[in-house]
C-alpha cells in the first residue's frame, strides 16, 4: 500500500518518499545564475559543495523526472503552459533528501519528526474545533492571523509567466515576497488559473490542476500540510495541529460563524464579517482575474477587497442553502472504489469524485447536484464559493481539514493499496506520478495516497457517525432478541420445576436422602482406606 514513488531517470533511479516540500521556490535558487542553470540545490548550512547537506548525509542534488504519460483529453495543447511536466520550465535539478531529512535543502525533518537526526516523533492531532477549548480556539485564530501579516522566511512568488521571468531588461527575475497565509492562497490559485495563449486570444479555462480529478484529494492534503509546517516553524510549536470544521452537519447554520471562531455576519452587511471579528481586516489577493487572462499575467501579493460571506444566503439556488448531512459521509465512505474513467467531474461510483462533491453521497453523477466538499463551499456563498479566492477565507482551511479526514477514514476501511490511482488518462496534473502543481521540491500525487498516521505524522480526531440500521437488520434483531428472551424464560422455568420436584421428594422420602449422603461419605472414606492400605 505504501511503496515509495519511483522515478527512472536514464541509469538514474531516483525515490522520493513524501518529504516536505516548498513552492513555489525557494529565494535562494531565483537568481538569473541559478534560473539559467536549471538547478535549485541549496546547502542547510550555507557552506560552498554542501548541496542538500550532502557532506553530512542528508541530500544529494539529482536531475528532475516529470510524468510523461498520456493525459486525458480535457487540454488538448502541449508547451503552451509553464505548468506542463511541472516543474522542467523552471528547474531541472533538485534536492533528493536521505532518511528522515526533509525540504528545499534538506535542512529540515520530516512532518511528525524533531531532534538533530530527525528521529524523535511527535503528535499531530487534528482535532474539531468546536471541541476545543475557548483558550486553543483564541490562539488558532491569534496563529492564522500571524500568518497572515508574516512574510515567508524561505518562499518567493514568481510574477510573470516563464516567457517573462526575467523582466524586461532580460535580468530582473519577477519573484516577490508573499505572507504565508497569502501562499497559501497564491499557490491554489496558481493550480486552477487559466492557460495564455497569447495577446488577443482567450485563455483556456479547461485546466485545473488540483480539482475535478483523482488529485482532488491528494493535492489538498499536501496545500494543508505545508500550511501547517509553515505556521508550526513560524509558532515555534512542532505539534501545532490545524483543526477540522465538521461541516456535515445539516440545517442551514454556520456553527463556526462567530466572532470567537471564523467570524459572525455583520450587522450591517448581511455579506460582510462581523467588524468584531480579526478576519474582517482581512483583503484578499488573486482578486484580478480578467486581468491575468487577457495580459497574461499572474496574481502577486497585492491585496485588495475584503472577504465576503453569507451562509445559507444564495436563496436563488436553494439546494446549497443547507449543509451536508451525517448519512452523506457514511454513503460517501461505502463507496469501494476509489475513482473511475474518465477520472473526471461526470464520473460516477467513485469515492474522490463523491468527496469532492460532483456526485450524490452514494456515488451517481448528476450534473445537477452538488455535494459533500463542494456544497460546504457553496453555503458559504461568498469569496469560499468562488475557487480561484476560495483561499482567501480561513473556514477553507477547517473545510478541508475534515474532507482530508474523510479521505483518510476512507484509506483505513478500504485498504486501497497504490495500484488504484490512475497511472495515466486523468485529467493533466493528477496521473499517479505527476509533480504537484506548484510545490517544490517535486512531490508526486502517489506520495500523499497514504494513511496519515503512519506516513506524513500527523492523524485526526474523529467520532464517526454510525449507519441507522435497515429494516431487515431490525426485524432480524427483533427476532433474535426474541428467541434469547424465550430461551432464557423456558430455561429458569425447567430450573424451577426441577428444584421444586428434588425438594418434594427430600420431604416425602427423608431416610432415603439421609442414607444417599451417608452412602456418599462412607464411601469416601472407604476409597481412602483402600488407598492407604
Not at 539559467?36 to 544529494?60: F, L
Not at 512568488?157 to 508573499?178: A, H, K, L, M, S
Not at 501562499?183 to 495563449?197: D, E, I, N, R
Not at 502543481?437 to 503512519?454: K, L, Y
Request: aromatic fraction near 10%.
Amino acid at each position: 500500500m505504501h511503496r515509495q514513488s519511483m522515478w527512472i531517470v536514464g541509469p538514474l533511479v531516483v525515490t522520493f518518499c513524501a518529504s516536505l516540500a516548498l513552492a513555489q521556490f525557494p529565494r535562494e535558487c531565483v537568481t538569473p545564475e541559478g534560473l539559467r542553470s536549471g538547478q535549485c540545490c541549496p546547502s542547510p548550512t550555507d557552506v560552498a559543495g554542501d548541496e542538500c547537506g550532502s557532506s553530512t548525509g542528508r541530500g544529494q542534488c539529482v536531475t528532475i523526472a516529470a510524468d510523461s504519460r498520456r493525459h486525458g483529453p480535457q487540454y488538448p495543447y502541449a508547451g503552451r503552459d509553464d505548468r506542463e511536466r511541472w516543474p522542467l520550465r523552471f528547474f531541472n535539478r533538485t534536492c533528493q533528501c536521505n532518511g528522515n531529512f526533509s525540504g528545499y535543502n534538506c535542512g529540515r525533518c520530516k512532518h511528525g519528526l524533531t531532534g538533530s537526526n530527525c528521529d524523535q516523533r511527535i503528535s499531530v492531532v487534528r482535532r474539531n474545533i468546536m471541541q476545543m477549548s475557548i483558550a486553543e480556539r483564541q490562539a488558532f485564530v491569534n496563529a492564522l492571523d500571524q500568518a497572515k501579516r508574516t512574510v515567508h522566511p524561505d518562499l518567493v512568488i514568481c510574477t510573470r509567466r516563464y516567457q517573462e521571468v526575467f523582466g524586461p531588461d532580460g535580468n530582473t527575475p519577477q519573484f516577490e515576497n508573499i505572507t504565508i497565509y497569502n501562499y497559501f492562497v497564491w499557490s491554489h490559485y496558481y493550480s486552477v488559473s487559466k492557460t495564455f495563449l497569447g495577446p488577443g486570444q482567450a485563455s483556456f479555462g479547461g485546466v485545473d490542476f488540483s480539482h475535478e480529478g483523482p488529485g482532488f484529494v491528494t493535492w489538498h492534503r499536501f496545500h494543508l500540510l505545508q500550511l501547517e509546517r509553515d505556521m508550526q516553524d513560524m509558532l515555534g510549536e512542532p505539534t501545532f495541529a490545524l483543526p477540522y470544521w465538521n461541516f456535515a452537519i445539516g440545517g442551514s447554520e454556520c456553527d463556526i460563524c462567530t466572532d470567537d471562531l471564523l467570524g459572525a455576519r455583520s450587522a450591517f452587511d448581511m455579506n460582510s464579517i462581523s467588524p468584531n471579528s480579526v478576519f474582517s481586516q482581512w483583503r484578499v489577493i488573486c482578486e484580478s482575474v480578467e486581468d491575468y487572462d487577457a495580459l497574461g499575467t499572474v496574481c502577486n501579493s497585492t491585496e485588495s477587497s475584503p472577504i465576503r460571506r453569507n451562509p445559507a444566503g444564495n436563496v436563488a439556488r436553494p439546494m446549497v442553502q443547507r449543509l451536508p448531512k451525517p448519512q452523506d459521509v457514511l454513503d460517501c465512505l461505502e463507496l469501494n472504489t476509489f475513482d473511475t474513467p474518465p477520472y473526471y467531474s461526470t464520473s460516477s461510483e467513485s469515492f474522490r469524485n463523491t468527496i469532492e462533491g460532483y456526485s450524490a453521497p452514494q456515488g451517481m453523477y448528476d450534473p445537477v447536484i452538488r455535494s459533500l466538499h463542494n456544497l460546504a463551499h457553496l453555503f458559504l456563498n461568498g469569496t469560499g464559493g468562488q475557487t480561484h479566492l476560495s483561499p482567501n477565507d480561513p473556514i477553507f482551511v477547517l473545510l478541508h481539514t475534515f474532507t482530508d479526514a474523510i479521505f483518510d477514514e476512507w484509506l483505513r476501511r478500504h485498504q486501497p493499496g497504490e495500484i488504484v490511482y490512475p497511472e495515466e488518462d486523468a485529467p493533466i496534473g493528477h496521473n499517479r506520478r505527476f509533480n504537484m502543481v506548484p510545490f517544490w521540491p517535486p512531490v508526486t500525487n502517489a506520495e500523499m495516497f497514504v494513511s496519515a498516521p503512519e506516513n506524513l505524522g500527523y492523524s485526526y480526531e474523529v467520532q464517526w457517525p454510525a449507519r441507522p440500521l435497515t429494516l431487515s437488520e431490525i426485524i432480524t434483531v427483533a427476532i433474535v432478541v426474541a428467541v434469547v428472551v424465550v430461551a432464557a424464560v423456558g430455561g429458569i422455568t425447567a430450573c424451577a420445576v426441577r428444584a421444586r420436584s428434588h425438594s418434594s421428594a427430600e420431604a416425602l422420602e427423608p431416610l432415603l436422602a439421609e442414607t444417599y449422603r451417608r452412602y456418599s461419605e462412607e464411601d469416601r472414606r472407604m476409597d481412602k482406606s483402600q488407598s492407604v492400605v
